[in-house]
C-alpha cells in the first residue's frame, strides 16, 4: 500500500476534492470517505490528516466549524472556501500534468 | 508557520488544545461507531492524548500527570544514550562541586556574618597612610593606651572591643612536662555582654574583669575547646592552667557559636585584655579595635558615624603626637606620614583576620575560575543535548502537529535538564562536601593548623539548589525553545537545515576553548608564580635544620643559654648549633634606621636580627669578608651587615672597620663597628626586594656593662639527617635536663618556616591547575561529542565521497575542519580575554610576565594536542565508513 503522502501534495489534492463534494465532513468522515471512494488502496492516517487539515484551515483552503450533533456531542466540520476551489484547480491540473508525464514515460521507456 | 498565528496558538494554546481533544474524541467516538476497534481507534492518536483524556477536568492534576509523564520520558531519554548521559553528568557534577565548594569556603571565609548580636553594626579600625617603602598601607594594629583614650573619647555614642591577634600559646594543666598548645585570644572584658554572647556554663568577663594589668587572671573557654578538650565535662569551672608565669582560673565556656572574631582561627581560650604584657606600652601595636555604635541614635547615619570617625582620629592623632617627640632618628617626612594617617571605619559583620584579607584575592580568582569551568560544562551539555535534539526533531514534529502545546514541549526538554542537573548536583554536592575542608587544609601552614567551620546549612543548600536551577535553565532552555519550535512540515519531510544546529554547536565549542584556554592561561602564571617563588634563593640552607623556641621560666644569663646550646651540641646527629633572637622569615621583624658618620638616616630601614658566635656557620650564610662574632662581641658594639647593607650606606665599598649609629627610644644612639661583612637572606618575605641587613651578638649589655638576661631565643639546630624532626624529643628533653628553668616551646622545621610563605601561591597553582584539567577533560569531552555527532550526520556524505574514491585525507580533513578553525578562533579569543583579565590578578604574580610567549604558548598547544586528541575517533569512525553497508541502510 503506497504511503499517503508520498506524491508531494496528494493528501490535499484528496481532501480538496472530497470536500467539492461533499460539503461539511468531519475528520473521519474524511479519512473514511478517501479510504471507500479509491477502494481501500489508500488509507490516511490520523497523524497526517489532521496535521493536513490544520495547515488547510491556516492557508485558507478550507474552513471549520464546530456543530452540535445529535448525542449532544459536538464535532468539527470541514468545508471548501473560494480560495480552496481555486487551489484544488491549481492541484488537479498539476496534479495530471504529472501524472501524464509519468506515464509518458513509462510507455515509451 | 507565520510568526503572528504561531504566536496566537501560544496565547489561545489552552483552547486550542481543548478543541484539537475534542475533535479527535469526535473522531474515536465516530470511529467506534463505525464498528472500529475502540482501544486501536485510540492508539492513532499517541499516548499523549490518552493522558490528557484521562483527566482533562481536573488541571492541576493533569498538569501533575505530565510532569510526571515527562520526567518518566526525559530519564528513558537519558537511559537511552546512557554514554553521554553519563558524561554530561559528570562533568557537570565536578563542575556543580567544584562551584559549591567554592562558594562553601567563600562563604564561611568571608561572606558569612559573626554569630554575634548586630554582627552588622561591627567595625574594625584602621589606619592608612604612606608607609616606610613610599607605598600606601593600612594596618589594624593598635597600642592599648591608644586604645583606651579613643573609647573615653566616644563612650557615649560607641563602644570599642579590644581583642587580640589570636595565636597559638604553650600552657600546661599539670607540669611543665606537659605542655599543650591552644589558641589564644585577650579580649577587652566587655566584649561579652556588647556582642551579647552568654556563657553555656559558668560565668563570662564584664567590665570589671578589665580593670588592672595583670590583675585578673580568669580564662573563658570556647565552646569548641571545651568539648574536644574537656568531652564537655561541667567540673571545668575552677581549674588553672599555667600560661608563662600565671596561674589562670577557668570561669565559664562562651555560647557554642562564638569562636572568636577571626574567621579561620578557632579561638579555644579567651582571657582578659588586661592581662597581655603590652597593656601599658604606648609602642606596641598589638591588638585589634573593634567599633560597635550604641543602639539607638547612630543607626545607620553616615554623618553620625563620620563624625565619631573625625574624633576617633583626632584623638589617636594626639596620641601619636606626643609619642612622635620621642622619634629620633626618624626622618621629618616619615614622621609626618606616620601621623597622617587616616582611621578608617572597615565592616567587619564577617569577622576579620589575616586568613581573610590574604586569601580574599585568591578565592575570589578561583571563584571565577570555577564559574568558568562550570559554563564550559553547560556549554557541554548544551552541545549534547542539542545533538540528541537533532535526532528527536521527528518526534518533536509529531507533537506539534497532533496538538502538543509549545509549553508542554518546552516542559518536556527542561525536565530531561532537570534530571542532569539534579544527579550531577547530588554528586557535586558529595564531591563538594569532601573538597571543602580539602581545601581548607591546603590553605593552612602544616604547623599552623587554622580551623575553619565549614557548616553545610540552608545557605549551602540553598546555593546549590540556585545553582542546579539556574545549570538547568542555562543549558536546557535553548534547546527547549528550539526544539518546540520545531516547523512540523519540514521537521517530519527529513528535519530542518542540519547546518543552523551545527553552526549553534559550533559556537559553543568557540566558546569553551576560549574559557579553557583563559582557565589554563591563569593556571599556568600560577603554577610559574609558585615555581618561581620557592626556588626564589634565601640566602642560607634550610635542609635539616631545625628551630627550637625555648623559653625560661625566668630570665636568664647568657652563660645558661650558651649551656643549654653547648648540652645540644653533644647530640647524636647534631651538626651545629647557634642562638638567635629569632628564626628567619618566621614573621617576626626588628627595624631601625642607621646613621653614617652623624649624618641624618635616609630612610631606608634595616632589618636586624641578634645572633651568637656560629649562626654564621649553622644558617650557611657566607662570610665574604672581615669575621663572625667573638664570644667577646656585644650588644651594642659590634655588628655584622649585609652586602645589600654595604651597597645601601657605603656605596658597594667594604663596610668593615667602619661605623654606624642605630638611635633607639628616648634619645639613645649607640654606635657600632662593622666586623664582618655578609650574603643577603630572605629575612621576612620571599617577594619584597631585600633590604639592608645588620646582626648584633646574641651577647647584649646594658649601660652599665652588664649582661642583659634573656627569657626568650631560638636555638637554631643544623642535625645530620635528613628528616631532622625524629631528634624532636631527644631535643626537648636534653634542653630541660641541660637547665631545669628552660622550655622548648614548639619544634619547626626551617623547610617548614619557608614553605609557609608560599601557601598562598600553592593554593592557587593547585587548585588552578586541577580546574584546567577539568576544564580541559570537559571541553575534550564536548568536542568529541560534536564531532560525533557531526560524523554520525554526513555519515551519508562521506559515504559517497568514499565511494567516488576520496582518500582518508581528505575525509579526515572534512570532518574536523570547521571545529578545528573553531578551536583556533576560540583560543584567539581566549588570549584576548586572557590579556584583558590578567590586569586584575598582576599583583598575586611574582617574576611572571603574562605576555611571555612560553605562558601563551603552553595553554595554546595543549588545547590544541588536548583537541587532536578527542578528534581521533570521530575521525577514525569516518574513514573507517563502509560505503557498502552506509548506502544500503538509508
Known amino acids: 500500500m503506497p504511503k499517503s503522502d508520498s506524491l508531494q501534495g496528494s493528501l490535499d489534492l484528496l481532501v480538496l476534492k472530497i470536500l467539492s463534494r461533499r460539503a461539511r465532513l468531519h475528520g473521519y468522515a474524511i479519512m473514511s470517505a478517501i479510504q471507500n471512494m479509491s477502494g481501500e488502496v489508500l488509507r490516511v492516517e490520523e497523524g497526517s490528516l489532521y496535521p493536513a487539515l490544520h495547515r488547510m484551515e491556516e492557508a485558507g483552503w478550507i474552513r471549520a466549524e464546530w456543530i452540535t450533533k445529535d448525542s449532544g456531542k459536538r464535532a468539527r466540520m470541514y468545508e471548501l472556501t473560494a480560495a480552496g476551489r481555486k487551489q484544488l484547480g491549481t492541484e488537479e491540473s498539476r496534479w495530471q500534468a504529472v501524472t501524464s508525464a509519468i506515464n509518458r514515460v513509462l510507455r515509451e521507456a | ?573 647534631v651538626e651545629k648549633v647557634a642562638l638567635a633572637d629569632e628564626p628567619l622569615l618566621g614573621g617576626g621583624s626588628w627595624n631601625n634606621f642607621i646613621s653614617v658618620n652623624g649624618a641624618p638616616p635616609n630612610g631606608i630601614l634595616s632589618y636586624m636580627r641578634a645572633v651568637s658566635p656560629g649562626w654564621l656557620e649553622t644558617m650557611k650564610v657566607p662570610l665574604i669578608d672581615g669575621r663572625d662574632f667573638l664570644p667577646s662581641d656585644a650588644h651594642p658594639g659590634a655588628a655584622l651587615v649585609n652586602e645589600t647593607f654595604a651597597k645601601v650606606y657605603f656605596d658597594g665599598l667594604d663596610p668593615v672597620g667602619k661605623t654606624f649609629d642605630l638611635s633607639f627610644d628616648e634619645g639613645v644612639r649607640l654606635r657600632y663597628q662593622i666586623v664582618g661583612l655578609v650574603g643577603d637572606v630572605r629575612y621576612k618575605s620571599l617577594r619584597e626586594p631585600i633590604l639592608p641587613q645588620l646582626y648584633v651578638p646574641f651577647h647584649s649589655v646594658d649601660a652599665t656593662g652588664a649582661t642583659v638576661k634573656k627569657t626568650n631565643g631560638t636555638l637554631l639546630v643544623r642535625t645530620s639527617l635528613s628528616s631532622p624532626l625524629v631528634l624532636a624529643s631527644t631535643l626537648r628533653q636534653e634542653v630541660s635536663q641541660a637547665r631545669s628553668e628552660f622550655r622548648v616551646s614548639r619544634i619547626r622545621r626551617q623547610l617548614e618556616i619557608n614553605e609557609s610563605h608560599t601557601v598562598r601561591e600553592r593554593l592557587l597553582a593547585t587548585l588552578a591547575l586541577f580546574f584546567a584539567i577539568v576544564a580541559l577533560l570537559i571541553a575534550g569531552v564536548g568536542l568529541y561529542g560534536v564531532l560525533h555527532y557531526s560524523v554520525l550526520q554526513r555519515r551519508r556524505e562521506i559515504g559517497i565521497r568514499i565511494a567516488v574514491g576520496a582518500q582518508a585525507g581528505g575525509i579526515a580533513r572534512l570532518v574536523t575542519m570547521d571545529v578545528f578553525s573553531m578551536v583556533l578562533f576560540g583560543a584567539a579569543a581566549g588570549v584576548g580575554l586572557g590579556m584583558v583579565s590578567i590586569r586584575f590578578i598582576e599583583s598575586l604574580f611574582y617574576q611572571v610576565k603574562a605576555t611571555d610567549l612560553q605562558m601563551l604558548a603552553l595553554p595554546a598547544l595543549t588545547i590544541l594536542g588536548g583537541a587532536l586528541l578527542a578528534a581521533l575517533p570521530a575521525v577514525i569512525r569516518a574513514v573507517r565508513i563502509d560505503p557498502v553497508t552506509m548506502l544500503r541502510a538509508e
Open chain 2, 1 to 573: 508557520m507565520p510568526l503572528w498565528s504561531r504566536l496566537a496558538n501560544f496565547l489561545r494554546g489552552d483552547r486550542l488544545n481543548r478543541e484539537i481533544d475534542e475533535e479527535f474524541q469526535s473522531h474515536i467516538e465516530e470511529a467506534i461507531e463505525h464498528g472500529r476497534d475502540p482501544a486501536e481507534a485510540r492508539k492513532a492518536f499517541g499516548s499523549a492524548l490518552r493522558h490528557r483524556e484521562e483527566s482533562r477536568d481536573i488541571r492541576l492534576v493533569a498538569w501533575l500527570e505530565s510532569l510526571r509523564a515527562d520526567a518518566v520520558f526525559g530519564w528513558r531519554q537519558l537511559n537511552k544514550t546512557r554514554v553521554t548521559s553519563l558524561a554530561a553528568i559528570l562533568s557537570l557534577a565536578l563542575a556543580i562541586g567544584a562551584c559549591t565548594s567554592a562558594f562553601r569556603l567563600i562563604d564561611a571565609l568571608l561572606l558569612r556574618p559573626l554569630p554575634v548580636a548586630n554582627a552588622e553594626r561591627l567595625y574594625d579600625l584602621s589606619r592608612q597612610g604612606i608607609g616606610p617603602d613610599n607605598k600606601p598601607q593600612t594596618f589594624d594594629g593598635w597600642a592599648y593606651p591608644d586604645f583606651q583614650l579613643m573609647r573615653a573619647a566616644v563612650a557615649n555614642q560607641a563602644e570599642l572591643i579590644a581583642v587580640s591577634y589570636a595565636e597559638p600559646i604553650d600552657l600546661t594543666y599539670k607540669s611543665d612536662e606537659e605542655t599543650e598548645s591552644a589558641y589564644l585570644q585577650c579580649v577587652s572584658g566587655w566584649m561579652f555582654p556588647t556582642l551579647g554572647i552568654r556563657p553555656a556554663l559558668g560565668r563570662v568577663f564584664t567590665e570589671n574583669d578589665d580593670l588592672m594589668p595583670g590583675g585578673h587572671p580568669y580564662a573563658v573557654l570556647s565552646h569548641d575547646y571545651w568539648t574536644h578538650r574537656f568531652g564537655q565535662d561541667p567540673g571545668v569551672i575552677g581549674r588553672t592552667f599555667r600560661l608563662g608565669n600565671t596561674i589562670y582560673e577557668i570561669t565559664g565556656v562562651a555560647e557554642a557559636p562564638f569562636t572568636g572574631t577571626e574567621p579561620g582561627t578557632i579561638v579555644d581560650i579567651f582571657v582578659p585584655i588586661m592581662m597581655h604584657p603590652g597593656v601599658t606600652r604606648k609602642d606596641w601595636t598589638w591588638h585589634r579595635t573593634l567599633f560597635m555604635p550604641k543602639p539607638g541614635a547612630l543607626e545607620n547615619d553616615r554623618a553620625a558615624l563620620e563624625s565619631i570617625r573625625q574624633k576617633l582620629q583626632a584623638t589617636s592623632r594626639a596620641f601619636e603626637e606626643e609619642r612622635a617627640k620621642g622619634f629620633l632618628g626618624m626622618r621629618k617626612e616619615d614622621i609626618d606620614h606616620f601621623l597622617n594617617q587616616t582611621l578608617l571605619l572597615l565592616p567587619a559583620a564577617t569577622g576579620v583576620s589575616s586568613l581573610q584579607s590574604e586569601t580574599r584575592r585568591p578565592l575570589e580568582i578561583l571563584g571565577v575560575l570555577v564559574a568558568l569551568v562550570l559554563l564550559i560544562a553547560c556549554a557541554n551539555v548544551a552541545n549534547l543535548m542539542t545533538a540528541q535534539a537533532s535526532a528527536r526533531a521527528r518526534e518533536m514534529a509529531v507533537r506539534v502537529s497532533i496538538g502538543g502545546g509549545r509549553w508542554r514541549l518546552v516542559q518536556l526538554v527542561l525536565l530531561q535538564s532537570a534530571w542532569l542537573a539534579l544527579l550531577a548536583a547530588v554528586l557535586g554536592g558529595l564531591f563538594a562536601w569532601w573538597s571543602g575542608p580539602f581545601v581548607v587544609s591546603m590553605i593552612n601552614p602544616p604547623d599552623n593548623p587554622a580551623r575553619l567551620l565549614l557548616p553545610a546549612d540552608w545557605r549551602v543548600l540553598s546555593f546549590g539548589l540556585a545553582l542546579a536551577l539556574g545549570v538547568t535553565l542555562l543549558f536546557g532552555l535553548a534547546p527547549a525553545l528550539r526544539a518546540s519550535s520545531v516547523n512540523p512540515v519540514s521537521g517530519l519531510k527529513g528535519g530542518e537545515d542540519p547546518h543552523s544546529r551545527r553552526r549553534l554547536m559550533h559556537a559553543l565549542i568557540a566558546v569553551q576553548v576560549a574559557f579553557c584556554f583563559l582557565v589554563l592561561f591563569v593556571a599556568g602564571l600560577f603554577v610559574t608564580t609558585f615555581k618561581r617563588l620557592s626556588n626564589q634563593p634565601t640566602g642560607f640552607s634550610a635542609d635539616r635544620l631545625l628551630v627550637l623556641d625555648t623559653v625560661a621560666k625566668q630570665p636568664q644569663s647568657l652563660e645558661f643559654w650558651e649551656q643549654v646550646a653547648e648540652r645540644l651540641q653533644s647530640v647524636q646527629g
